[in-house]
T-cell receptor
Framework: DGGITQSPKYLFRKEGQNVTLSCEQN?????MYWYRQDPGQGLRLIYY???????QKGDIAEGYSVSREKKESFPLTVTSAQKNPTAFYLC??????????????FGPGTRLTVL | QKEVEQDPGPLSVPEGAIVSLNCTYS??????FMWYRQYSRKGPELLMY????GNKEDGRFTAQVDKSSKYISLFIRDSQPSDSATYLC?????????????FGIGTKLQVIP
């Protein structure tokens, strides 16, 4: 079955630590995205990548970093510079050329909690 | 003013009722309109996807777009308890050469048996 997997489902981080969230897709989609979801704020775009070895900052990129070495994978690192990292993180993918023809496909999410 | 406005609810309806969910937007560049359903602690799933003004029907779901009023709606007929979820509207338009998607904050729906 084609889809997007995210791991881990739950992640706990101590203040000052960097953590990496995994996202893998087998939909053969060129574009991948990371969103953050907070209560009352909706989905906010962190980073996106339209092609391997290229990525762009979204609306709230500060304190985050990404890499796109393989088409299938788009890991997100939450660094210690991110001041309020506790949130639900969603990875998504779409066909080439943006989200025309079919929209975004989302993974199940990772809930990150800072202790 | 937010680009996309959506009432967060919660909205409670009895089973079998017709549900109307709505969003308004301010950006005339939005060309594509989507509705996502999100169950608690899960990722959103795409329900409906439309391009032009008018109606699009899929089973019990009807999406309506009125570009002149910058208003979109999702109607759910014969609502079921399994429809209880948060419904997100989303809109896509060109932003600096990138097809950016902007989401509403979501409306929480509860269908009571």
């Amino acid at each position: 079955d084609g889809g997007i997997t995210q791991s881990p489902k739950y992640l706990f981080r101590k203040e000052g630590q960097n953590v990496t969230l995994s996202c893998e897709q087998n939909l053969n989609h060129d574009a991948m995205y990371w969103y953050r979801q907070d209560p009352g704020q909706g989905l906010r775009l962190i980073y996106y990548s339209q092609i391997v070895n290229d990525f762009q900052k979204g609306d709230i990129a500060e304190g985050y970093s990404v890499s796109r070495e393989k088409k299938e994978s788009f890991p997100l690192t939450v660094t210690s510079a991110q001041k309020n990292p506790t949130a639900f993180y969603l990875c998504a993918s779409s066909m080439a050329g943006g989200v025309v023809r079919g929209g975004l496909f989302f993974g199940p999410g990772t809930r990150l909690t800072v202790l | 003013q937010k680009e996309v406005e959506q009432d967060p609810g919660p909205l409670s309806v009895p089973e079998g009722a017709i549900v109307s969910l709505n969003c308004t937007y301010s950006n005339s560049a939005f060309q594509y309109f989507m509705w996502y359903r999100q169950y608690s602690r899960k990722g959103p799933e795409l329900l409906m996807y439309t391009y032009s003004s008018g109606n699009k029907e899929d089973g019990r779901f009807t999406a309506q777009v009125d570009k002149s009023s910058k208003y979109i709606s999702l109607f759910i007929r014969d609502s079921q308890p399994s429809d209880s979820a948060t419904y997100l509207c989303a809109m896509q338009g060109n932003s600096g050469g990138y097809q950016k998607v902007t989401f509403g904050i979501g409306t929480k729906l509860q269908v009571i048996p």
